[in-house]
C-alpha cells in the first residue's frame, strides 16, 4: 500500500518544514536513501516553490511530494492590535519593529496551479482541506493527495472530496497543528487518533507526531497506519535549513521540553518552551497568519543575534532524541531499526 500512495521503498517520510528546515537538498537527499521526501511550499512564493521543485528535480530522479497550506478567513484585527502592543518591548529590545499584522492567503491558487503542472508525485494540504474541484485538478495532473487531520471528523470530510490518503497527526507532532479549525488545541494522543480515523475511513493512513526511530515507525504500522512521516528527526541533519541558534537549542538541551503555543502565528504549534513561547502563550489570539506576520520581525532579528529565547523552535515530543547525522545516513538506519522490530515487512 505504501509504494503504490508514496512509490518509496520504505514506508517514512520526510514532514514538510515551512520556513527555513526543509531544502531542496533536504528533499532530495531523503528522496535518494528509499523514503519519501516533502517541499514545503508554505510562505514561499509561487516562483520560489516553482524554483524549490525544480532543484530538488536536479538532485533527485525519485519521486517526491509537495505541501500547501489551505487558507482560512481573516480574524478580528482587535485582539492582535493588542497583542501587537503586548510584545512591542521585545521587539524595541531587538531593535526592530513588529510586522504588519496582514491577512493572506499564501498565494494558495497559484501554488495549486504550479503543483497542476509540475509533474510532483503527491500533494499534500495542511490547514484545511481541498475542495473536490482542486483534487480533481490534481487527480487529473497524476497527483496523489493527501490531507493532514487531527480528528474522526476531519478525515471524513477529507474522504468525501476523494483524497487518496490521510497523515494522522497526534498532539505528540512538532510544529504547526494542523486542524481545520483552530479553536483549541489538539490533544489527542497518536495512538488514539489512528485508532479514530481508522474506523472513520477507509483511506491508507501515515502516522505523525513523535516519531523518532524505526521502532516508532513499527509501532504506528502495527496501529494501522501503512508508514510515518517525521520531521523532528531531521532537524539538524546537515542538509537541512535550521538556524544555528535553533540547533544549538536542540542539540544543547537548552530547554527541558515542549508546549503548545500561539504565541509565534496565532496557530496552536509544538516547540521548545523557550522565553517567548511561555511569556505570551496565554495571550497570543486566535489569528493565523496575522500574528504569523506580527512576529516575524522579531524572530528574524533574535536569530541573527544568535539567540533562542525568542524564535520559535518548532519541535515534537521526541525532541530529545534528534541527532545530527546527514539525512540518508538517518533514513538508512532508521530502515534498519524498522527491519529488527517486527513489523517493518
Same mark, same amino acid.
Given at each position: 500500500?505504501?509504494?503504490?500512495?508514496?512509490?518509496?521503498?520504505?514506508?517514512?517520510?520526510?514532514?514538510?518544514?515551512?520556513?527555513?528546515?526543509?531544502?531542496?537538498?533536504?528533499?532530495?537527499?531523503?528522496?535518494?536513501?528509499?523514503?519519501?521526501?516533502?517541499?514545503?511550499?508554505?510562505?514561499?512564493?509561487?516562483?520560489?516553490?516553482?524554483?524549490?521543485?525544480?532543484?530538488?528535480?536536479?538532485?533527485?530522479?525519485?519521486?517526491?511530494?509537495?505541501?500547501?497550506?489551505?487558507?482560512?478567513?481573516?480574524?478580528?484585527?482587535?485582539?492582535?492590535?493588542?497583542?501587537?502592543?503586548?510584545?512591542?518591548?521585545?521587539?524595541?529590545?531587538?531593535?526592530?519593529?513588529?510586522?504588519?499584522?496582514?491577512?493572506?492567503?499564501?498565494?494558495?491558487?497559484?501554488?495549486?496551479?504550479?503543483?497542476?503542472?509540475?509533474?510532483?508525485?503527491?500533494?499534500?494540504?495542511?490547514?484545511?482541506?481541498?475542495?473536490?474541484?482542486?483534487? &480533481?485538478?490534481?487527480?487529473?495532473?497524476?497527483?496523489?493527495?493527501?490531507?493532514?487531520?487531527?480528528?474522526?471528523?476531519?478525515?471524513?470530510?477529507?474522504?468525501?472530496?476523494?483524497?487518496?490518503?490521510?497523515?494522522?497527526?497526534?498532539? &505528540?507532532? $512538532?510544529?504547526?497543528?494542523?486542524?481545520?479549525?483552530?479553536?483549541?488545541?489538539?490533544?489527542?494522543?497518536?495512538?488514539?487518533?489512528?485508532?479514530?480515523?481508522?474506523?472513520?475511513?477507509?483511506?491508507?493512513?501515515?502516522?505523525?507526531?513523535?516519531?523518532?526511530?524505526?521502532?516508532?515507525?513499527?509501532?504506528?504500522?502495527?496501529? $494501522?497506519?501503512?508508514?510515518?512521516?517525521?520531521?523532528?528527526?531531521?532537524?539538524?541533519?546537515?542538509?537541512?535549513?535550521?538556524?544555528?541558534?535553533?540547533?544549538?537549542?536542540?542539540?544543547?538541551?537548552?530547554?527541558?521540553?515542549?508546549?503548545?503555543?500561539?504565541?509565534?502565528? $496565532?496557530?496552536?504549534?509544538?516547540?521548545?518552551?523557550?522565553?517567548?513561547?511561555?511569556?505570551?502563550? &496565554?495571550?497570543?489570539?486566535?489569528?493565523?497568519?496575522?500574528?504569523?506576520?506580527?512576529?516575524?520581525?522579531?524572530?528574524?532579528?533574535?536569530?541573527?543575534?544568535?539567540?533562542?529565547?525568542?524564535?520559535?523552535?518548532?519541535?515534537?515530543?521526541?525532541?530529545?532524541?534528534?541527532?545530527?547525522?546527514?539525512?540518508?545516513?538517518?533514513?538508512?538506519?532508521?530502515?534498519?531499526?524498522?527491519?529488527?522490530?517486527?513489523?517493518?515487512?
Amino acid at each position: 500500500m505504501t509504494k503504490a500512495v508514496l512509490t518509496s521503498d520504505l514506508p517514512i517520510v520526510q514532514a514538510p518544514m515551512a520556513g527555513g528546515p526543509s531544502t531542496p537538498a533536504l528533499t532530495a537527499a531523503v528522496s535518494r536513501a528509499g523514503a519519501f521526501g516533502f517541499v514545503a511550499a508554505g510562505y514561499l512564493t509561487p516562483d520560489g516553490l516553482a524554483e524549490a521543485v525544480r532543484r530538488t528535480r536536479e538532485l533527485t530522479g525519485a519521486p517526491f511530494g509537495v505541501n500547501l497550506f489551505c487558507p482560512g478567513e481573516p480574524s478580528d484585527p482587535g485582539p492582535v492590535h493588542v497583542y501587537a502592543d503586548l510584545i512591542r518591548p521585545v521587539a524595541d529590545r531587538l531593535g526592530v519593529a513588529p510586522g504588519d499584522p496582514r491577512w493572506e492567503d499564501d498565494h494558495y491558487a497559484d501554488k495549486v496551479a504550479v503543483v497542476a503542472t509540475a509533474g510532483v508525485a503527491v500533494v499534500s494540504f495542511t490547514f484545511g482541506c481541498p475542495d473536490g474541484a482542486t483534487v &480533481e485538478q490534481l487527480h487529473a495532473a497524476g497527483c496523489t493527495v493527501a490531507v493532514t487531520v487531527t480528528s474522526a471528523a476531519e478525515s471524513r470530510t477529507a474522504a468525501s472530496v476523494g483524497a487518496d490518503l490521510l497523515v494522522v497527526q497526534g498532539t &505528540e507532532a $512538532g510544529g504547526h497543528q494542523a486542524s481545520f479549525l483552530d479553536r483549541s488545541p489538539n490533544l489527542t494522543p497518536l495512538t488514539v487518533l489512528l485508532d479514530e480515523v481508522r474506523d472513520a475511513t477507509e483511506l491508507p493512513l501515515l502516522a505523525s507526531g513523535g516519531i523518532m526511530t524505526g521502532a516508532d515507525v513499527a509501532t504506528a504500522m502495527r496501529r $494501522g497506519a501503512v508508514g510515518a512521516q517525521l520531521g523532528t528527526a531531521f532537524l539538524c541533519c546537515p542538509e537541512s535549513g535550521t538556524s544555528a541558534p535553533y540547533r544549538r537549542a536542540l542539540t544543547e538541551r537548552a530547554y527541558p521540553g515542549t508546549m503548545l503555543t500561539r504565541a509565534y502565528s $496565532g496557530r496552536y504549534g509544538r516547540g521548545l518552551a523557550n522565553e517567548f513561547a511561555v511569556a505570551y502563550s &496565554e495571550a497570543a489570539p486566535d489569528a493565523y497568519p496575522e500574528v504569523h506576520h506580527l512576529t516575524r520581525p522579531l524572530r528574524a532579528a533574535a536569530v541573527r543575534a544568535g539567540g533562542s529565547d525568542v524564535p520559535s523552535l518548532w519541535a515534537g515530543q521526541g525532541w530529545a532524541s534528534v541527532t545530527t547525522e546527514p539525512a540518508e545516513q538517518l533514513v538508512r538506519r532508521l530502515g534498519s531499526e524498522l527491519t529488527s522490530s517486527d513489523g517493518g515487512g
